[in-house]
């Protein structure tokens, strides 16, 4: 299997959540994860024209966090999946995990195994032939376990972003096909840069991250234009009967010629962001162009931000010596390109809010698609700090959480792992 994965580490150069637009085993037994030792944490990067973002409060019982003090691996939880590109729990008691594969099912894992019948099959209207493009996540809603409600993002056989909503039917493993109802469609003019990521927020509104429209560089501005839905997180209220509502307190609902649906702009390809509910962050992973890969962290209720992008690349001017950088929220954690570190596309990862190992709790975890590098985010009373904690022998498509808050993670050749670890003198 090893052997296996390292073939396509090296076959495979291309993300779903491309970051070059030019082109149940015990602990011990998991060999899968490379220790980094002495990784020293890097210091937060700063915007020298904005104000700092302020650092969640820890927990009541956290301890000092030390990510570096610990030694990673992954426990093989199942396999044998197709390009899954989500996984996320259903929030309803039922334990159950549900894998999203990029070519439009949706499987269900219960008790580490999955169920002979997929929970959806979306594979006739999704259109997966780039390498972006298929069915990127699935979202539960609030109230799930009352109301039946999930939506799915993905792309159709034209190429263009679909988000839709279906009902569970009588068998609570399956869905009911004849409840499709479609919410939002976005045109996309390149096949790569969809985003794709649906999230529930803690305001029980429904989070949309989108790409800036493909091709390299941003061609059409959308990160920094108003008026387009692409490059932004948007924040729409599906609790209507209209196909979806504006939240009324969305920053740009009385802008002249701006998306109601807004919530934040400046991104390129935000393919996976977390919400933390203890701390109130919300992190934002953003895939980078060919120098930078970057993590951008601010309050979940903070409306309007400019992450930057194609003004910026990370925490650089993008193809200037020089820019204004008035009002952009810069990142909290960058990593490069280059032969020391390592690196290509960012996976945005998970806080860790589980109990089975406490001495991560507060941390948020996330990896590098091309490398396999795994990297701890975490807040201090000086800031925030980021370290390279492990390298893993797998290609990282998603992050996602059981209902106890364990962090699992997806590898794209078809594995579904659970993150463990424990104390490097252990």
Not at 53 to 69: D, G, K, R, S, W
Not at 165 to 170: D, G, I, N
Not at 176 to 202: C, K
Not at 349 to 365: A, C, D, H, M
Request: proline share 9%; with cysteine; glycine share 10%.
């Amino acid at each position: 299997m090893l052997q296996r994965r390292w073939f396509i580490l090296f076959g495979l150069l291309t993300l779903i959540a491309c970051g070059r637009a030019d082109a149940t085993q015990p602990l011990p037994v998991a060999p899968i994860v490379s220790p980094v030792p002495s990784a020293t944490p890097a210091p937060p990067t700063a915007a020298p024209t904005v104000p700092p973002i302020p650092a969640p409060e820890p927990p009541p019982t956290a301890i000092v966090i030390n990510p570096t003090a610990y030694t990673y691996a992954l426990e093989l939880v199942a396999d044998g999946f197709s390009r899954p590109t989500h996984l996320v729990n259903a929030g309803d008691g039922s334990g159950r995990l549900f894998v999203v594969e990029q070519e439009g099912r949706i499987w269900i894992l219960r008790d580490g195994q999955r169920l002979p019948e997929p929970f959806l099959d979306l594979r006739r209207q999704v259109g997966a032939r780039g390498n972006e493009q298929g069915l990127l996540s699935l979202a539960f809603h609030p109230q799930f376990a009352a109301n039946g409600r999930l939506f799915v993002n993905y792309t159709n056989t034209s190429g263009d972003t679909v988000v839709a909503e279906y009902r569970v039917s009588a068998d609570p493993n399956r869905v009911d096909l004849t409840s499709a109802r479609e919410i939002l469609q976005i045109e996309q003019p390149a096949a790569n840069h969809n985003g794709g990521l649906l999230l529930f927020g803690p305001d029980g509104y429904l989070y949309i991250g989108t790409g800036d429209g493909g091709s390299a560089g941003d061609p059409l501005n959308a990160g920094q234009r108003l008026d387009t839905l692409l490059g932004k997180l948007l924040r729409i209220d599906v609790d209507t009967d209209q196909p979806y509502a504006i939240p009324p307190d969305n920053p740009f609902v009385d802008t002249p010629g701006a998306r109601p649906e807004i919530w934040a702009y400046g991104l390129r390809n935000p393919w996976r962001f977390a919400f933390d509910e203890v701390s109130g962050m919300l992190f934002i992973a953003d895939v980078g162009q060919n120098a930078l890969e970057e993590v951008n962290v601010a309050p979940v209720d903070a409306a309007g931000l400019n992450y930057g992008w194609r003004v910026m690349e990370g925490d650089r001017c993008f193809r200037a010596a020089a820019c204004d950088q008035t009002d952009l929220v810069l990142p909290v954690a960058v990593y490069p390109h280059d032969n020391a570190i390592g690196g290509c596309s960012v996976t945005g990862g998970e806080v860790y809010r589980g109990s089975q190992q406490p001495g991560l709790t507060g941390l948020y975890f996330y990896a590098d698609f091309c490398s396999g590098n795994l990297w701890a985010l975490w807040s201090t009373a000086g800031g925030w700090q980021h370290a390279l904690v492990a390298r893993l022998n797998i290609q990282t498509t998603s992050f996602g959480r059981d209902e106890a808050g364990e962090i699992y993670l997806l590898d794209r050749a078809g594995g579904v792992y659970r993150l463990l670890a424990r104390p490097a003198s252990g």
